[in-house]
């Protein structure tokens, strides 16, 4: 005789649970988390049931193709150019202000 999801699943265990998430349950809470738990448990079984042995492991429910560009290799911007529509600049990079570290 298989036991049933409300006999797997008690109220001690439920508490003991809700305790180490830290979550302050009242008794109506418990009570409640109890037989949804149970409901859950006994879905699990009813897909434990289940007869897969000809249904073949698969990572995703799709096939996955490349959607990523060939790799090309294309001709860069100018520094200088780039550098001369910055606000400001320094040897040759952005200059940006200061944000951590300085008093002042």
Same mark, same amino acid.
């Given at each position: ?11 001690? =265990?439920?508490?003991?649970?809700? #305790?180490?998430?830290? @979550?302050? @349950?009242?008794?109506?809470? &418990? $009570? #409640? !988390?109890?037989?949804?738990? $149970?409901? !859950? /448990?006994?879905?699990?079984? *009813? %897909? *434990?049931?289940?007869? /897969?042995? $000809? ?8 096939? @996955?193709?490349?959607?990523? #560009?060939? *790799?090309?290799? &294309?001709?860069?911007? *100018?520094?200088?150019? &780039? @550098? =001369? ?7 040759? #990079?952005?200059? &940006?202000?200061? %944000?951590?570290? /300085?008093?002042?």
């Amino acid at each position: 005789m298989s036991e049933t999801a409300s006999e797997r699943i008690s109220t001690e =265990a439920v508490i003991k649970a809700a #305790r180490l998430s830290r @979550l302050d @349950l009242t008794p109506a809470e &418990v $009570a #409640r !988390m109890t037989s949804q738990l $149970a409901g !859950m /448990l006994e879905h699990f079984a *009813d %897909i *434990d049931a289940l007869d /897969l042995s $000809a249904v073949e492991p698969m990572t995703r429910p799709y096939p @996955l193709s490349n959607v990523f #560009r060939e *790799d090309v290799v &294309v001709q860069g911007l *100018d520094r200088d150019e &780039v @550098l =001369a529509n910055a606000p400001a600049a320094e040897e040759g #990079r952005f200059r &940006v202000p200061p %944000i951590v570290g /300085l008093d002042g």
